[in-house]
């Protein structure tokens, strides 16, 4: 069943829209939930489906590309021992996979073959790449100055790309009046991606033996990651207690409306200006659920940090110079660190 976070409206699994109709998102709520623990999980199955028990779709309609259980490093740094989880492994290049992969199987489930979704980047990437595998027919709608290497990759998987002339905001809107006909899969939107990416954390459960580390630190521009390790914890806690984590989201100084809501209050903070930045992936001016983002970040007790443009390119070599190749955007987590 779904529900909305703010108003508490509940729909069924395959309500066809993306939102509920007093504007808010919806969440996901699980009828029986299973107990988590070790004999719950797949362990034979080496993908983000090991965790089906606490997946929100029938396994038979199972889109899966391989994704999660991603290698977790651990490097040396600044005196600590700090933990890589290489995420970029997976199938289409990022965690959007965990999610993308759960989104895609629900649509098989609620037989949805044709949808829409914008992005401007590893989203859209990773919607044509499950959609070609699912036989759903999908429409990318990106901004016009969006990569040629993305909108190729997204044309070979088969996907229809729609560019929407001016900003990554226009192309939301354009979406928006094109979800009136068709199902909008919009990952930032949809529960179900944020239940795939809830798997991040289970795989950190079991590599840090049963527990959690100490901090976590990612990057935000919508906050998934943030997000999900909410719904995640509350799974894992109802079992038996853990360590909890401080969570430290990390923004670029150009876009982060985040780090100003932190730093002042959600409401008065006013409307920040948007400059480019090379951490192309989190340049989000209006996070969806910005609000809820901050409450869990000061809930564990850990902050909203924002970085330089010269910052992340530091990051970035830093990074590589110990062996980790990764994209600009995920480099903000280096400079957060230091
Ligand atoms: C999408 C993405 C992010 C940001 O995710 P949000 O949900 O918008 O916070 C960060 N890093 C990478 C590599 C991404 O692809
Ligand atoms: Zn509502």
Sequence with gaps: MLICSRCKKEYPDEYSRYRCICGYCLEYKHNKEKIFSKTNIVTHDW????????????ERFKISLGEGLTPLVKIPWLNHNIYFKLDYLCPTG???????????SKLKEMNVNNIIED??????????????????SCTIFVPQNTSLGKINQIMMYGAKINKVPGSREDTYIETEKAAEIVYYASHNWSPYFLEGVETLYYELWEQ??????????????????????????????????????????????????????FKNDFKKSKMVEKRDTIAEGIATIKPVRGEEVVNIIRKSKGAVIAVEEKEIWEGLKLAAGKGIFIEPTSAVSIAGMH
Aim: aromatic share 10%; proline share 6%; net charge positive.
């Design 208 to 261: 840090f033996d049963e527990n959690m580390p100490d901090n976590i630190i990612v990057p935000v521009g919508q906050g998934s990651i943030v997000l999900s390790f909410e719904l995640a914890l509350r799974k894992i806690l109802k079992e038996r207690p853990i360590r909890l984590p401080k969570i430290f989201a990390i923004q670029a100084k150009n876009c982060a409306p985040l780090y100003h809501a």
């Design 94 to 104: 990022s965690f959007k996979d965990r999610g993308i992969s759960v989104l895609v």
């Design 47 to 58: 993908t983000i489906w090991r965790y089906k028990n606490y997946l929100p779709v029938n």
């Design 119 to 136: 992005s401007s980047g590893n989203a859209g990437a990773a919607m044509a790449a499950y959609c070609a595998n699912a036989n759903t």
